[in-house]
Nanobody
Framework: VQLQASGGGLVQAGGSLRLSCAAS????????MGWFRQAPGKEREFVAA????????YYADSVKGRFTISRDNAKNTMYLQMNSLKPEDTALYYC???????????????????WGRGTQVTVSS
């Protein structure tokens, strides 16, 4: 499955952005999906993830309460609603997926075998 992330941009602190991740085919509904980010000079880090059916979601502590992950399998698309953005949220955001029907989603990026190109999010202070 191929993934395409979009929706990044420049926003002031306190603002909002909505990222989208479009999957190439309908079978993407059998995949757990997640968002990761990488800031310059830092390692790629987990942001949020969602089970194949959208029943469960998981968040990094740094974004809990501000970001919301969701998916619409009928549209083969995953979303990340980002509110109350902070300058430290500035990074290249990636969407990723791995095949799983589990009710648990892994936070380890090495488990994910499908990655989209990143979309840049820049938050100014």
């Amino acid at each position: 499955v191929q993934l395409q992330a979009s929706g990044g941009g420049l926003v002031q602190a306190g603002g909002s952005l909505r990222l989208s991740c479009a999957a190439s085919r309908r079978t993407a509904s059998s995949y757990a999906m997640g968002w990761f980010r990488q800031a310059p000079g830092k390692e790629r880090e987990f942001v949020a993830a969602i089970t194949w059916n959208g029943d469960k979601s998981y968040y990094a502590d740094s974004v809990k309460g501000r970001f919301t992950i969701s998916r619409d399998n009928a549209k083969n698309t995953m979303y990340l609603q980002m509110n109350s953005l902070k300058p430290e949220d500035t990074a290249l955001y990636y969407c990723a997926a791995y095949r799983s029907y589990s009710g648990y989603v892994n936070r380890d990026p090495n488990v994910y075998d499908h990655w989209g190109r990143g979309t840049q999010v820049t938050v100014s202070s």
